[in-house]
Structure formats: structure tokens, C-alpha cells
């Protein structure tokens, strides 16, 4: 009788601790299958984070410069925007001479009279990845109060839709006017806003501002 009594209670407490040790075989095997899941959203997270970096917007700064002014306002833009920069440059480039627009023979003078002339080849109007970029900022010298003609082939060899374009230029002292707008009406295509006018030897620093105040970075 003793030792039945004695083997009850063996088997009862040998049933009790296989049943304690599948109960945390349980709690262990939940916290792993936990762990797993988190592990698994963070690995999601910065994939998404990436997505969204990849497709944020892209901006090109497009422009011709004669004397170098413009040329110098668009390496300010784009460094301080972060943008690509694309030069339209003429087949045949424009001299010093040929600029000097009170030389009724200049170049640009004869273009000016003879708007026929001013289908001014260019080196290239292609610009590699163009449908990458969301933002096009584009530069040009004013003559005549227009966007200098050099840069029409480019406006019109090219499609802008789903770009917004932002007008610049460098002048001795006119506005940009309706430049931009010409420029606009010239293109058929894409969404132009209003420019802004830089003066041919004007400080870095008001560049910079207008630069920064566009929010493209």
C-alpha cells in the first residue's frame, strides 16, 4: 500500500513537469514567431524609405550664356538646388565681336534684323535621362528684351510635359518680362512659371536666396 502511495506521487509530479515544460515550449516558440514578424516589418520599412527617395523630383538647370554671366548664375542654381546642368552651346559660337550688339554689323545685330538668322544650330538639344527630370530650370541672357534665340531650337526639339520650368536670365537692365511666357507659348508643352531676372554682375549671395527659396532640395 506504501509503496503504491509513494509511485502516485512520482507520476504526479513527473505529469505536472511535462506539462510546465510544453507550456514554455509554447511561450517560447510564440516570442520567436514575434521576433520574426518585427524582423520582418523592419526589413520592409526601409525599402519603402528607398522607394520614396528614388522617386522624389529631379531638376535639370538648362541654359546658354554668350558673355558668361548667365553661365555663372546657372552653376549657382544648380549647385545650391542640386541639379544636373546642361549648356546649349551654338555650333558656331558667338565671338566678342559677334556680341557686341552697338556694332550695327555684329552678329547679333544681323540676327536681330533678320529674325531668319536666328535658327541658331546647336551642339545638342538632347539631354541624357530627360523624362527623369520633374523640374527644369532654364537660363538665358536677355536681347532685345527676348530670350536670346539661341536657346529656341532647344524649346522647340523638345517635349516639357510633366515638367515644371522656371525661368531665369541675366540682363543689363531690363526685366525678364514676358520672355518667359514667349518662351511658354514657344514650347506648347509643360507647366512654365514665373521667372526671376539677375543683374549681368550681381552678388552671389541674392542668387543663392532665390536658389534656396524654390525648395527643390
Not at 509530479?13 to 515550449?25: E, H, I, P, Q, R
Request: aromatic letters at 10%; glycine letters at 6%; hydrophobic letters at 35%.
Amino acid at each position: 500500500m506504501t509503496l503504491k502511495r509513494t509511485l502516485g506521487i512520482v507520476l504526479v509530479f513527473v505529469l505536472l513537469f511535462s506539462l510546465g515544460a510544453c507550456a514554455n515550449n509554447n511561450t517560447s516558440d510564440q516570442t520567436q514567431t514575434s521576433s520574426q514578424s518585427a524582423t520582418t516589418a523592419s526589413n520592409e520599412n526601409p525599402a519603402t524609405a528607398e522607394e520614396n527617395t528614388a522617386s522624389g523630383k529631379k531638376a535639370i538647370v538648362v541654359y546658354f550664356s554668350g558673355s558668361g554671366n548667365t553661365k555663372r548664375v546657372a552653376e549657382l542654381v544648380a549647385n545650391e538646388t542640386g541639379s544636373e546642368l546642361f549648356e546649349l552651346v551654338p555650333t558656331t559660337p558667338y565671338t566678342d565681336d559677334d556680341l557686341n550688339w552697338r556694332d550695327e554689323n555684329s552678329r547679333v545685330q544681323k540676327e536681330h534684323n533678320d529674325p531668319s538668322l536666328q535658327n541658331i544650330e546647336l551642339t545638342s538639344t538632347t539631354v541624357p535621362d530627360w523624362e527623369s527630370y520633374d523640374t527644369v530650370l532654364f537660363g538665358y541672357p536677355l536681347w532685345w528684351r527676348e530670350a536670346a534665340w539661341p536657346v529656341n531650337s532647344f524649346v522647340k526639339g523638345n517635349d516639357f510635359s510633366g515638367k515644371t520650368i522656371i525661368p531665369f536670365c541675366t540682363s543689363t537692365s531690363d526685366g525678364i518680362g514676358d520672355s518667359g511666357s514667349k518662351l511658354a507659348q514657344m514650347a506648347g508643352t509643360g507647366t512654365w512659371q514665373e521667372g526671376m531676372r539677375f543683374p549681368e554682375n550681381d552678388d552671389k549671395s541674392s542668387i543663392r536666396e532665390w536658389a534656396k527659396s524654390l525648395n527643390l532640395i
